[in-house]
Each structure stands twice: as C-alpha cells, then as structure tokens.
C-alpha cells in the first residue's frame, strides 16, 4: 500500500482541489491601529495531497471496525470506529480552512474515492470476518499503517495546525493498536508486527495509554 500511496495521493490532489489551496492563518497588525487582518498561506502540494488522504484513510479505519462491530459484537470495535469517526470530524475541519474539497463525497461504509482503499476496505472486511482473532488482527494491521503514514504526513508538513492533528490522531493510533494487540493476547496469541517494524511496535505496545493524566498500563506492565 505504502508504495502507491504517493502516486494516488497526488492524483487525488488534481482531481479534488479545484481551488487555491489555501492554508494557515497568521495575524498580521495592520499599521495605525489595533486591528488584526488574516493572511492566508499556501499548502504544498505534498501537504495536501497527505490532508487528501489521511481524510480517507480514518474514513477507512471506521468502516472496517463499523463493519467487523456488526459481525463480531465487540466493544473494542465499537468504541474505536466512534473514535475514527473523530479523526474524520478533525481532518474535515482541516479541509474547510484550506478550502480544500472533501474526497469523502459518499459518507456511507465503504464508498471510496480512492480505488485502493476501496480494494482495501474489501480485503480487510473479508479478512476479519474468518474469525474474532482475525478480526482483531486487521484492527492492528490498520493502526500500524495509519501510525506510518501519519508519521510521513508530519514529516513533509510545516503548518503547526496540521502536526497538531497529525500528531494527536497518531496518539490515538497508537492507544488503538494497545487495545487491539491487548484483546488478541487475552485469546492466548501473541502478537507479531505487520507493517511496522517490531522494535517499534514492542516500544508502543510496552509503554502506557496516552490519554493525559489518565495514563494506563502498557501491554507487558504488570
């Protein structure tokens, strides 16, 4: 997936953006008074085409757990697809400020602009409804790519507005692959990395949930 994600993001850009990209808002004193006028910067088009995708991408996350919370009866699938449908609520927020078109024209489960997500939304529904552990594996799977593309999406952007949200959807990410590899231990599997390299999948899953003050326990925390 990773491999094509550039090219696709890009094509996404050319299709969805039909306006200035437009993006940051600095306040400028205007001279002779007290007023503040908004001036409005540009995004890259790498910075752009990642908002593009991210947006889909959560999109994707929700619709998968959406769809597995009706097979499985779950509530790690139910309360992270809410979750997901917040990382959207984000982005889409995001995609106003720059004036940007939203890619998510269809809101309902698994309708994609994106034809690779779309293959993958198929692929990983029809993974996950082999078995409950399947299921929780595909959970995991999900939130090792989106913890690696939000980590490519920080790494080319320069708006702090944008690492802002990158960086707290990837906090989520995070307490999200915990609760997926958490429920798969508890059925007596251990837990191999699939996307990420292990090494830092193991530093995730052994430190603690990130919720503030609220922090928790990690995997191997006793």
Same mark, same amino acid.
Not at 13 to 37: E, H, R, Y
Not at 139 to 154: T, V
């Given at each position: ?5 550039s &090219?696709l993001?890009?094509? &996404?850009? %050319?299709? /969805?953006?039909?306006?200035? #990209?437009? !993006? ?7 001279? *002779? ?8 910067e540009?995004?890259?088009? !790498?910075?752009? +085409? ?17 769809? @597995? ?31 940007? /078109? ?7 489960? *698994? ?12 692929? /990983? ?6 078995? /409950?552990?399947? +299921? ?11 913890? @690696? ?19 707290n ?13 958490r429920? #798969? ?9 699939? &996307?990420m390299e ?8 052994? %430190?603690?949930?990130?919720?503030g ?10």
């Amino acid at each position: 997936m990773n491999t094509k994600q550039s &090219i696709l993001t890009a094509a &996404i850009v %050319s299709l /969805l953006v039909s306006a200035p #990209i437009q !993006a940051g808002w600095k306040a400028q004193s205007q001279v *002779g008074n007290d007023a503040q006028i908004q001036v409005i910067e540009q995004l890259s088009d !790498a910075e752009a +085409a990642s908002l593009l995708f991210m947006r889909e991408e959560e999109k994707l996350a929700r619709d998968v757990y959406r769809t @597995l919370s009706k097979q499985w009866s779950q509530p790690v699938f139910i309360n992270i697809s809410t979750a997901e449908q917040q990382h959207m609520d984000s982005l889409a927020v995001l995609l106003n400020r720059y004036a940007l /078109l939203d890619p998510v024209l269809d809101d309902s489960v *698994g309708a994609f602009v994106n034809p690779e997500l779309a293959a993958l939304y198929t692929a /990983l529904t029809a993974e996950g409804a082999e078995s /409950l552990i399947a +299921a929780l594996i595909v959970g995991a799977k999900i939130e090792e790519i989106d913890i @690696l593309d939000l980590q490519r999406a920080i790494a080319e952007s320069t708006h702090p507005d944008l690492i802002q949200v990158y960086e707290n959807l990837m906090r989520g990410s995070r307490n999200h692959l915990r609760a997926f590899v958490r429920q #798969i231990e508890s059925l007596g599997m251990a837990y191999e990395s699939q &996307i990420m390299e292990q090494d830092d999948v193991d530093m995730i899953l052994d %430190s603690p949930m990130e919720r503030g003050r609220d922090s928790r326990k990690g995997r191997r925390s006793r």
